[in-house]
């Protein structure tokens, strides 16, 4: 049995109404932001499940321009974050898809986010509950990052001895890994 947390009981501090339509979105567009270069200059969000329904009743809009913004859960910024989008230049869009049949999880969020330098990261997002939130595909690729701990996201080529190499180089700067992941086409 999985030991429960104070936010498994109480749900995390955030600026409602929802737990997972709004701070899980949030945590989502976060996520989809750090794996950036630089910061955000557009973000297109797809609304599945039932996030395409309940997205502007929930604030689950103002929380994904949130946190395409670097706003955390319980900044009361959150509710004018269309105002400040706009005063930081970030451009944003939602197309809600409540057909779409494309997904596993009733909230989930694909998110297409282009930064400063051009770079553009696509991320499909799941809202699991109280607040947590898990990234199921990268570019294409299924992974699996809740953002729960630091995660270093490498592209590499699929040879042997690729891996080894990251590995040193993280060594020689003093990093210590906890766990690696492979995650393939």
Request: hydrophobic share 40%; net charge negative; proline share 3%.
């Amino acid at each position: 049995m999985k030991t429960l947390g104070l936010r498994d009981i109480i749900g995390p501090i955030m600026v409602g109404p929802s737990s997972s339509h709004t701070a899980g979105a949030l945590r989502i567009a976060l996520m989809a932001r750090n794996l950036c270069g630089s910061a955000p200059q557009k973000a297109v969000f797809r609304l599945l499940g039932s996030f395409a329904h309940t997205y502007q009743g929930h604030g689950t809009d103002k929380a994904l321009v949130a946190g395409m913004l670097g706003f955390a859960a319980d900044d009361l910024r959150v509710r004018d974050s269309f105002r400040w989008a706009s005063a930081k230049g970030l451009a944003f869009s939602f197309t809600p898809d409540p057909q779409a049949d494309d997904f596993a999880h009733p909230n989930t969020i694909d998110v297409t986010v282009t930064d400063e330098s051009g770079c553009t990261v696509c991320v499909r997002g799941e809202s699991i509950g109280g607040g947590a939130a898990v990234i199921t595909r990268l570019d294409g690729i299924d992974v699996h990052i809740t953002g729960e701990h630091t995660s270093v996201v490498v592209r590499q080529r699929d040879e042997a001895g690729v891996l080894a190499h990251i590995a040193r180089c993280l060594s020689d700067e003093g990093v210590n890994i906890a766990t690696t992941r492979m995650f393939r086409e």
